[in-house]
């Protein structure tokens, strides 16, 4: 009897474990490092498609082509030439997972198409409730926290910026994203 009980709960203990792990990552940028945390239980969609991106490499060498201070900084799709690299096809939006768009979060940036989200994503700088899913209001999905590193991201905020061709908020100086490594998952 004793034996079934420690196997039952070694079991229950196994199984809680691996549910209960979100994906550690870090965004190498040439302001400094971005530790973040994907909440993979509550936006999978979108932090598979952010995953499969980073697995290939996608990011490195994009830059975080707009900055508006008070908002966010908002990077994964530009070259250094603000030229728009070919994306995999879009996904669903999944801002009615219940996180918020509030500072530190990652969300998923779009067009005015709700299910047009592809590799860009933002880092809030300020609480942005206007961007959550409300009635008449599809939301920007949230996918993923800074863990360490709002100091950089709020260096980031600060450069100077400027208009390039028709891209308004662009760094003057661009902020690169030399790669995103993914680490081993973090239990709750």
């Known amino acids: 009897m004793l034996n079934k009980l420690a196997l039952g709960l070694t079991v229950a203990i196994s199984s809680s474990m691996l549910m209960a792990a979100n994906t550690q990552m870090q965004i190498k940028t040439t302001m400094g490092n971005i530790d973040i945390e994907l909440l993979d239980d509550k936006a999978p969609i979108s932090v598979k498609n952010f995953k499969s991106y980073v697995q290939s490499n996608f990011y490195n060498g994009t830059i975080f082509h707009r900055v508006i201070p008070g908002f966010m900084v908002q990077g994964g799709g530009m070259d250094a030439k603000m030229i728009e690299k070919q994306t995999k096809a879009p996904i669903q939006n999944e801002s009615n997972n219940g996180l918020k768009n509030e500072r530190g979060t990652l969300a998923m940036a779009r067009t005015n198409n709700p299910n047009s989200a592809s590799s860009q994503f933002f880092i809030n700088v300020a609480n942005n409730d206007f961007l959550n899913k409300a009635p008449g209001n599809a939301g920007y999905a949230v996918f993923a926290k800074v863990t360490k590193g ?22 003057k100086n661009p902020v690169k994203i030399l790669r995103v490594t993914m680490n081993a998952p973090v239990k709750k």
């Open 150 to 171: 709002m100091d950089v991201v709020d260096k980031i905020v600060k450069v100077p910026t400027g208009r390039y061709g028709m891209h308004q908020d662009v760094p």
